[in-house]
């Protein structure tokens, strides 16, 4: 990764000589840090010098450092080499500073927080995703109540150690599991939501932080950075009528790995034979099959139904109550971190970062 082609900006809003803390803001673009040009179409901005012009960030003792991508995107534009860049950043500046803002853009922030989650293995200091729906040059913005809550909550501490040590997203004053959050709204400000776990926080006069919910801070974890993502997944969609054609045609889809099948209810799928053949028959051929739900909460129950049971039967892996997002990265993290189809599979419905139970 070349270091040379991210712009870094300093920003001291320090009230003393050794501030309360030191926060890594990695600006990805999104609309938070946008500004409408003269067609009226949102384009990035530079983020940094907006930021200084925060007139509340004069309130808090912290240092701060802006790290800007060197092409601002769209969050519809974020690739796994997006991710590849974020958790370098973070890994190669993780002695230096107590936390980490990403400002991002709504629409795939759950999949880069879902991402990250696994990527950083052993992360013992916050990593807070946020955005913003209306840039935060305008009026009623909700930009600078989410960024300004977010750098709080990364640099928030107790007893030395910092109160929520893990990827999360904070927006609409829910401070979310950055792999148990979606995104749920395009227009109003509450956009994400966590179904199968609870909110870490919420933040209104006061920060109420969720204790139980939030994973502990461990004295000795170690972190170590993951860069191998296989990107050769799908997801599959199950809807009443579908045809052999549509199933064939993704499952045979070249150097295909594997699958997440959105099944629905709790993990249920018609039980025609051409769609058990099908699956049965790539998961032979070694391709890996992840049960998730179409509804956004609940989990998946192989075995509960009849409709369900015959998945369980030919290999489908459950994947529980796992979002979409958390089911897509884990699976291009697992097949891009284990060569053996046996352990991906074994450990696809465990657990690595709080995901599912
Ligand atoms: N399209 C924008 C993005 O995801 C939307 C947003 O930032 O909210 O980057």
Redesign the pocket.
């Known amino acids: 990764m070349e270091k040379t082609k991210y712009k870094i900006v300093n920003i001291s809003t320090a009230t003393s000589a050794s501030p309360k803390a030191s926060v890594l803001i990695i600006y990805t673009?999104?609309?938070?840090g946008?500004t409408y040009d003269e067609a009226g179409v949102?384009t990035p901005f530079n983020f940094s010098r907006t930021v200084e012009k925060i007139p509340a960030l004069r309130q808090f003792d912290l240092h701060l450092t802006v790290i800007s991508f060197p092409q601002l995107?769209?969050?519809?534009?974020?690739h796994p080499k997006h991710w590849v860049s974020m958790a370098y950043i973070v890994y190669e500046n993780y002695q230096r500073y107590d936390g980490f803002v990403v400002v991002?853009?709504?629409?795939?922030?759950a999949y880069s927080a879902s991402a990250l989650s696994f990527m950083l293995e052993g992360l013992n200091k916050p990593v807070i995703f946020t955005?913003?729906?209306l840039p935060i040059g305008s009026k009623r913005s909700d930009a600078q109540e989410n960024f300004i809550t977010a750098l709080e909550i990364a640099s928030a501490r107790i007893d030395g150690n910092p109160i929520v040590p893990e990827v999360c997203v904070y927006f609409g004053s829910h401070l979310l599991r950055g792999n148990r959050s979606s995104k749920r709204q395009?227009i109003h400000f509450d956009?994400f939501t966590s179904e199968n776990y609870p909110s870490l926080a919420e933040a209104g006069v006061l920060i109420d932080y969720n204790f139980p919910a939030i994973r502990p801070y461990n004295l000795d974890s170690e972190l170590i950075y993951h860069d191998q993502l296989d990107p050769n997944v799908a997801i599959l969609k199950l809807f009443p009528g579908i045809n052999r054609k549509v199933v064939e045609s993704i499952l045979q889809i070249p150097d295909l790995k594997g699958v997440v099948l959105e099944t629905f209810g709790s993990g249920n799928a018609p039980t025609d034979a051409f769609l058990l053949d099908s699956l049965s028959d790539a998961i032979e051929h070694g391709l890996t099959i992840l049960n998730i739900s179409q509804c956004a909460g609940g989990r998946v129950i192989q075995g509960r139904y009849q409709t369900s049971k015959s998945l369980e039967n030919i290999g489908v892996v459950s994947g529980k109550d796992m979002t979409t997002e958390a089911a897509v990265t884990k699976l291009m993290f697992l097949l891009g971190t284990e060569s053996s189809v046996e352990r991906i599979r074994q450990q696809l419905p465990l657990s690595i970062s709080g995901e599912t139970y």
Do not use: F, K, R, Y
């Open positions: 673009g999104g609309t938070l946008m949102l995107v769209d969050s519809s534009n974020i991002h853009g709504t629409d795939t922030m955005g913003a729906q395009s956009a």
